[in-house]
Structures are given as C-alpha cells and as structure tokens.
C-alpha cells in the first residue's frame, strides 16, 4: 500500500525525471543550434572557422570532412558525441566555408602534409594538447598524417577506408584501367580546361561527385546546398587543384613541408588505436581493408558500415560512426 510519503516520493521523482529529461532535450537542441555558429582563430596560415560544440573539460574530438564536402557532413555526429560528454571540434579545411588564408602571399597549397599541419597549428592555438581524430576522404588522409607525425597529439583514430597516406612517387605509378577511370575528375583537374571547369560548375561538378562516390545516398537539395556554400570560399577551387596536381607531381609544394614529405614517402606504419571503416556501396576510389590492415601497429579494428552507405559514412549512417567514435576513445 502507497503511503502519503510513498506517494510524495514518486511524484518528485516523477518530476525531476521529466525536468531532466526536458533538459537533456533542450541540451540536444542547443548542440544543434551552436553547430551553426561557427567561430574563428588565427591557426598558422590561416584563420581558422569552426564548430565548437559540447563541455570544454570533455575528451576533445576533432572531426575532419573531405572533398567536395564540408562541416556539415558531421551536423549529426557532432551533437551525438556532445552529448555524450565530448568536445567535438569540427573543422573548415583550407579552401572551404569561412576558412581564410591571412597573407594574399602564401601558397594555396593544397598538399597533404600542408593540411595536417593545419590541424596541428589549430590544436596548438586552442590549448588542445590530444584529441581522438576522425575522418573520411581528405579529412582521413589528415587524421592519418597527423597520427603518423604526430603520434602523441592522437588518442585514437577512426580513419574511413583506412591507410590513405600515399606520396609523389606513389602518385606516379599508373594503375589497372578499371582503376585510372575512377580518377578522372584527378586528370581533369591536370587541365587548364579543367581548372576552368571546375571554377565554374563548381556546384554541379561536387553534386555529381557526391553522386558517384555514394551511390544509395538519397541525399537533399536542402543538404547538398548547406554544403556547397563552403565550397564559394575565395581559395576553394586553387587549393582542390594543388592537391590532385600535387598527387600526379605536377605541384612541387612548398619546401617548409619537405621533412613530413619524406616521412610520408616511406609509408610509415600508425600506432594510435584505430577503428576503420568501409562503406558497403562506396563509389569512389579506396584501397581494400586487407591491403592496409597491417599498416595499423596499435589496437586494431575494423568495421563495415551497411550495404547502401557509401564514401560519407558519417553524414549517411551518423549513429554508427557516433559508435565508431566512442569504441575508438576506449581501445
């Protein structure tokens, strides 16, 4: 039998659950609102927009987007991992959204190991000494350099489609037909035609990019339009075609970047905890998990993300790489 105090009890209990809950959603929701306030800093080169979202004291994360992408492809994940108690920083690489070069004077080098240190530089100016690193496409092949160079500013690593350090030697060994043709956009961008191109159908080019690289991915005018505004920044289109001009050699890139150059060319192994991923539908290119399993020295795992996810796990399967996110900090 209930008792007046029995009764009482229930209430408030009752009630601090509901309190509670509502904050928790009310929480949720200002995750959500402060993944549109982007901020900016001085980093390096650069000045430096991102997103900010969660506890300052929590775990750092910080969560890189590729090519022809942008922050937006985490505008789920990030608020999952906030809630969880992270502070996830979410990134504009250089040549994307509010991303700016400070001096008119310097290279819009779009080489790797330049975007690695970028990453770098933007730990160093917010005091942030680790992070746990995720990434697809570019933002992977970051994630990878900077757990490669810089092992100790890694916790962990999650690292779509795995090992994706590569070098100007590697860029020229030429590559089975079937797998030179899933490069074409990399010739193209060789072109002056193509440097033209791209300049003016930027939009329509990332859209079809975004097409074939997932091909399931039903995504929205609404969600390709929120990240294709990044894709306007004044540097965008000279940085994508230093990065794939880079690759073929037809780039020297800037000397500052010659010693993390060199390492890279010998392939070194990483030795941060890692989970990879695969999307079962990926269309664009990607090694074989088999073929770089053994460059991943640490604890190891890797995970194939569902038939119809394809080469933008995060923004098409969010949950799962919330999951992948959180396994990696515990390796």
């Not at 000045?47 to 987007?65: A, F």
């Not at 530089?121 to 995720?134: H, P």
């Not at 440097?195 to 080019?205: I, P």
């Not at 998990?289 to 194939?304: D, I, L, M, Q, V």
Request: net charge neutral; glycine share 8%.
């Amino acid at each position: 039998m209930f008792t007046q105090f029995t009764s009482s009890a229930l209430a408030l209990a009752v009630s601090l659950g509901t309190v509670m809950s509502c904050q928790a959603e009310v929480t949720g929701k200002d995750y959500t609102a402060a993944f549109n306030q982007v901020h900016q800093i001085n980093a390096g080169d650069l000045n430096v927009g991102y997103v900010d979202i969660g506890p300052k004291d929590g775990q750092p994360v910080i969560l890189l987007h590729g090519w022809p992408y942008d922050i937006h492809s985490y505008a789920d994940v990030a608020p999952a991992l906030a809630a969880k108690g992270y502070r996830v920083i979410v990134p504009s690489l250089r040549g994307y959204g509010t991303t700016r070069f400070l001096s008119d004077k310097t290279p819009r080098n779009g080489q790797p190991s330049a975007l690695a240190k970028d990453i770098v530089n933007l730990m160093d100016a917010l005091n942030i000494k680790q992070a746990v690193f995720a990434g697809y496409d570019w933002g992977a092949r970051t994630a990878d350099i900077v757990a490669a160079l810089w092992p100790e500013r890694v916790k962990s690593l999650v690292s779509v489609s795995g090992y994706l350090i590569g070098s100007q030697a590697v860029g020229k060994q030429p590559l089975p037909p079937k797998a030179e043709l899933q490069w074409w956009y990399q010739f193209y961008f060789a072109t002056e035609r193509g440097a033209q191109g791209y300049a003016k159908n930027t939009h329509d080019f990332a859209r079809l990019i975004w097409s074939q690289a997932s091909p399931d991915w039903k995504f929205s005018d609404a969600t390709f339009n929120a990240s294709a505004k990044s894709l306007d920044n004044p540097d965008h289109v000279a940085v994508t075609l230093s990065n794939y001009r880079w690759r073929l050699g037809l780039e020297k890139g800037e000397h500052k970047y010659d010693s993390y150059e060199q390492k890279l060319a010998t392939l070194p192994t990483i030795s941060v905890p890692t989970i990879t991923i695969e999307g079962g539908n990926n269309g664009a290119p990607h090694p074989a998990p088999e073929a770089y399993a053994s460059k991943f020295t640490g604890k190891y795992e890797h995970r194939n993300f569902g038939a119809t996810v394809g080469h933008n796990p995060p923004q098409e399967d969010p949950q799962d790489f919330v999951k992948a996110v959180v396994d990696a900090d515990k390796l």
